[in-house]
């Protein structure tokens, strides 16, 4: 696999959620403190952000074409 190209749109996508991904959806606290992991299976990347304050887990999924 040749990670030094599919790293560059990972993190890109990453950096977009923590700018937009502001506040948590269940308790609504910024999430600042919080990161995003990333998990990758094949093509399929879930990143997936655990709310530091009330611990729910919000999860974006990307395909890499
Ligand atoms: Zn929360």
Known sequence: MALS???YPLERYRDRL????QR???CGAKDRDGSWTAETSGR???Y???CPSCEAVD???LFIS
């Open 24 to 26: 948590c959806g269940a």
């Open 59 to 61: 999860t974006r999924e």
């Open 44 to 46: 399929r990347v879930r």
């Open 18 to 21: 923590e700018r937009t991904h």
């Open 48 to 50: 997936r952000f655990v």
């Open 5 to 7: 190209q599919s790293r």
